[in-house]
């Protein structure tokens, strides 16, 4: 399961890092100090350490960590490990993304070959709005303004808020990776009257507050909060909505 939280503005600023987020929900949370912090504690793996970096083996590579191959900085998106057989030796495919240039690269590695990963500082930052290319974040301590390229950011811009607070990385003082979840809940401002199909596979076009185009079920609604796949876009379920009992 991916991590989740709803969309909605951060009122309150926080000081304590990406350990201390208390306006989302415990599940993402934990996602969040998941990522690349408990595989780092648990995992046997620190073979030499350089200044800001640390190698690791191709096998132990996870999803969300920073490596460096020939100067350049990739995000690893997926990775999958193949067993060899006989005396084959195994592989590991992996998908990565240059974090400059937002660039995808779907190189294999032999299980053990050394790679650089690097060790990252991570900062609350409160985004402020989107120009061009370019997404303007918020040091909430200090009041600084910030400029993250938008193919760092990627899909997630769709479903930044004005006063939203986020996760952001930084290697060397510059801003290389945004935590975002994997699914995140949006407004259905319009699509066509909601009605009831035997069909599970009818679907219709409905458009979003922030203007993303995507297909729902046919029972949505205008007005409605759904989840969706920050990556891809699509439609993942209808939100739950918590009603409180009226005494």
């Known amino acids: 399961?991916?991590?989740?939280?709803?969309i909605r503005p951060v009122t309150e600023s926080t000081s304590a890092g990406c350990a201390a987020i208390p306006s989302l929900s415990a599940a993402w949370l934990t996602g969040a100090l998941w990522f690349g912090k408990a595989i780092r504690g648990k995992a046997k793996r620190f073979t030499s350490i350089l200044e800001g970096s640390?190698?690791?083996?191709?096998?132990e590579l996870r999803a969300g960590m920073i490596i460096r191959i020939d100067g350049q900085l990739y995000k690893v998106l997926e990775v999958e490990s193949k067993a060899?057989?006989?005396?084959?030796?195994?592989?590991?495919?992996?998908?990565?993304?240059n974090v400059r240039s937002g660039r995808s690269w779907e190189p294999h590695f032999r299980p053990l070959e050394k790679l650089e990963e690097l060790q990252l500082e991570c900062h609350m930052l409160e985004f402020l709005y989107a120009s061009d290319d370019k997404c303007i974040f918020m040091r909430p301590d200090t009041f600084e303004q910030i400029e993250v390229p938008g193919a760092t950011v990627g899909a997630a811009t769709n479903f930044l808020h004005s006063g939203m607070e986020v996760p952001v990385e930084f290697f060397e003082g510059e801003p290389i990776s945004v935590v975002f979840p994997d699914v995140a809940e949006a407004r259905v401002s319009s699509t066509a009257p909601p009605s009831h199909s035997q069909q599970d596979s009818a679907w219709k076009e409905a458009i979003l507050e922030n203007g993303l185009a995507l297909h729902v079920p046919l029972f949505i609604a205008t007005g409605e909060t759904i989840r969706v796949d920050v990556k891809t876009g699509r439609y993942v379920e209808r939100a739950r909505v918590d009603r409180k009992r009226s005494a």
């Not at 399961?1 to 709803?6: D, F, L, Q, R, Y």
């Not at 640390?54 to 096998?59: D, E, F, G, K, P």
């Not at 060899?84 to 993304?97: I, N, P, S």
């Open 1 to 6: 399961m991916g991590k989740h939280w709803p």
């Open 54 to 59: 640390v190698m690791v083996t191709a096998s």
């Open 84 to 97: 060899g057989a006989a005396k084959m030796g195994g592989v590991v495919k992996t998908k990565l993304m």
